[in-house]
């Protein structure tokens, strides 16, 4: 570090495998965090937290996850970052096997809680993928605010009952067409502020918070300054080799970790077919009834006979669904990753060396960051 020339990269590789040996690259990553707490206080307010998957081409069969850029589940791993209000990074967590938001958010949490120290509360500003009314339950019992976007089917919100609100936030003149409203979940045990924005094309996007005294328009402002998450993301992929594979080394994976059960997948699949194939059946036995009004060829015997065949037909797509379905309620959803590969390679990529460079590249970036914020004030376009 400091140097006026790069290392070579054996050097580079070398010393990278001699600094993950120690295994202490988690902790590491921790005092640079609580340093920046203590430097930057006034940022930790709002957390940003986003999920960035990681594929992999190698020879390995490990762990899959969704890569929303190719809309396919691919294998992968997901690093779990955690972002400041301006957008910069704080902390990155991976997850055991790609585990979701979901069940990410309160290891996540409790390590966010211990780095902002107790008597200090944050809002969590999270996407869809972490919508979750339970976890959200759990979260405010950590002593944590939620900003979140509301998933799943919304009452469309009536046009007269919007108010356009402005404002100027962080710099920015910002205007909006909003709807304010309490929300309730899990039976009335989960009390929430709903925020509603009306585009100009009538796009209603529902947005939910615990902070009641937050005026509404910064409720709509930092939930979608989410997007400086996703910019980050974005620019260290192109200039930090964010998804660059630091070593092609494996360790064991927990052999007893619960995965969904291959079996029933393919039952799934099954059922699925079996279902499929039972509507159309029914599209077709509705079609012969109308065929005689519409002056089709299909009258008298020959109706009755096609119908009694399309009945018997659809007596046996009917009994292959229940067979099916009995047979799904057999099996168990998950399984131990023993008995889902058996006799099989049970390895996932190791984290020592990758987790080491992310927490490299993060204070990278946060360097960039402030050397930014000093230029700044010097010229228009900073």
């Known amino acids: 570090v400091g140097l006026d020339r790069m290392l070579e990269v054996k050097t580079l590789r070398r010393k990278l495998t001699e600094l993950a040996a120690r295994r202490v690259s988690q902790d590491f990553g921790r005092a640079l ?91 969590v500003v999270l996407d869809r993928g972490g919508w979750s009314p339970k976890r959200f339950a759990k979260l405010l019992a950590l002593d944590c605010d939620l900003l979140t976007c509301r998933k799943g089917h919304v009452p469309r919100v009536a046009e007269k009952r919007f108010v356009l609100r402005q404002a100027t936030l962080d710099g920015h003149a910002v205007e909006y067409l909003l709807f304010d409203q309490p929300v309730r979940f899990l039976k009335g045990k989960l009390r929430l502020r709903q925020v509603t924005r009306r585009t100009e094309s009538g796009h209603q996007t529902p947005i939910l918070t615990s902070r009641r005294e937050l005026p509404d328009i910064e409720v709509a402002y930092r939930m979608f300054e989410r997007w400086r998450q996703e910019h980050f993301f974005k620019y260290l992929r192109q200039e930090y080799l964010l998804d660059a594979l630091t070593d092609h080394q494996v360790e064991p994976d927990d052999p007893q970790r619960s995965v969904p059960n291959p ?111 000093l230029l700044r004030p010097h010229y228009a376009r900073t």
Do not use: C, F
């Open 263 to 373: 079996a029933r997948k393919a039952v799934d699949q099954e059922l699925h077919k079996a279902r499929t194939r039972v509507d159309k059946i029914k599209e077709t036995d509705g079609a012969m009834m109308l065929d005689p009004l519409q002056g089709g060829r299909l009258t008298g015997r020959g109706l009755d006979a096609a119908q009694k065949s399309i009945r018997r037909e659809l007596d046996e797509a009917n009994d292959q669904v229940e067979t099916l379905r009995a047979q799904q309620k057999s099996l168990p959803v998950r399984v131990p990753l023993i008995q889902a590969r058996p006799n099989q390679e049970l390895v996932k990529l190791s984290t020592g060396r990758k987790h080491l460079t992310n927490v490299l590249k993060l204070v990278a970036y946060q360097i960039e960051s402030d050397l930014v914020n």
């Open 33 to 123: 965090a609580r340093r920046r707490v203590a430097e930057r206080g006034q940022m930790m307010g709002l957390l940003y937290i986003d999920g960035h998957v990681r594929a992999y081409h190698g020879k390995h069969d490990i762990a899959k996850g969704y890569l929303t850029r190719t809309r396919l589940a691919v294998p992968a791993t997901t690093d779990y970052w955690v972002n400041d209000g301006a957008g910069d990074p704080l902390l990155v967590v991976t997850a055991e096997a790609n585990a979701a938001m979901t069940r990410m958010l309160e290891p996540i949490l409790a390590e966010a809680r211990r780095l902002l120290g107790s008597g200090r509360r944050a809002t």
